[in-house]
């Protein structure tokens, strides 16, 4: 059974920084393809970031140049350092492998981007 649990958001003022974490268990975790989706109130669940076991990463245009995924393939991590936050950020993160049957998602980690 594949477990997610993402962790490190909370509130911050815009131009601000958060670091968010994924671990996983349970799971063959090096040999996929991880992401990071978001969620706003209202709209559909999005991919923004994701990251082959090599380390190579590809991001939606909308975080381009502010945030950065990464991964420790031995720990079984998922890391996305998010800066230069902005309202529109503001959604619940969640992290899953890309390009297969999705794992079952985790509970997610707010994101509240407001001054």
């Known amino acids: 059974q594949v477990q997610l649990v993402e962790s490190g958001g909370g509130l911050v003022q815009p131009g601000g920084s958060l670091r968010l974490s994924c671990a996983a268990s349970g799971t063959s975790f090096s040999i996929n393809v991880m992401g990071w989706y978001r969620q706003a109130p209202g709209k559909q669940r999005e991919l923004v970031a994701s990251i082959l076991s090599s380390g190579s990463a590809t991001y939606a245009d909308s975080v381009k140049g502010r945030f950065t995924i990464s991964r420790d393939n031995a720990k079984k991590m998922v890391y996305m350092q998010m800066n230069s936050l902005k309202p529109e950020d503001t959604a619940v993160y969640y992290c899953?492998?890309?390009?297969?049957?999705?794992?079952?998602w985790g509970q997610g980690t707010q994101v509240t981007v407001s001054s």
């Open positions: 899953n492998r890309v390009g297969s049957l999705p794992w079952p």
